[in-house]
């Protein structure tokens, strides 16, 4: 059966090498995506109606203060069971943005909530390098440190203004 995929399949290397390059995602898991999702995503409009479609869109349902369930209505789609095992994967690896933003999300939602956040942000990488033939683009584990810091400055600097102080930068 591996033969017969990788013949059929043998138009897409140079796309199953770019998605290979998102960590946790193998040439198994790579060629179990494209399947699913084609290699020319003219379905679909945009990254939020994969990701609804595939299953892994987060769910915030909140009305007049009242939460409303958030759970995913597409239960068993093959696509979103590769794209968990893929999150668990990406999550292992040491150094990468997934593992980090995991280990922050992790904390505040608990695993599960955290590692279906990590497989939407892959669906979303998977989208832009199928839809826009773009590499795939480590940020690294530092990435949410700099933003944070970004905005800490920021926030610093404009606590001392309305204080009525000049913040000069060092």
Known sequence: MD??????????????????????????????????VGPDL????????????????????ESGGKRISGKSPVKKHPLRSVLIEVSWAATRKKGTY???????????????????????KILKAVYFIIKEGQEYRELGANHLKQINRERLLTKIKEEAERLG???VAA
């Open 3 to 36: 033969i017969r995929i990788k013949e059929v399949m043998r138009h897409h290397e140079d796309l199953i090498e770019r998605l290979k390059g998102i960590p946790g995602v193998s040439e198994v898991s790579a060629r179990a995506i494209l399947a699913e």
């Open 42 to 61: 003219r379905s679909f409009p945009n990254e939020r109606a994969l990701a609804s479609w595939a299953g892994v869109c987060p769910g915030n349902n």
């Open 98 to 120: 997934y593992a980090a933003k995991y280990r922050q999300l992790r904390a505040r939602r608990g695993p599960k909530k955290a590692i279906g956040a990590i497989a939407h």
């Open 165 to 167: 102080y000049k913040v």
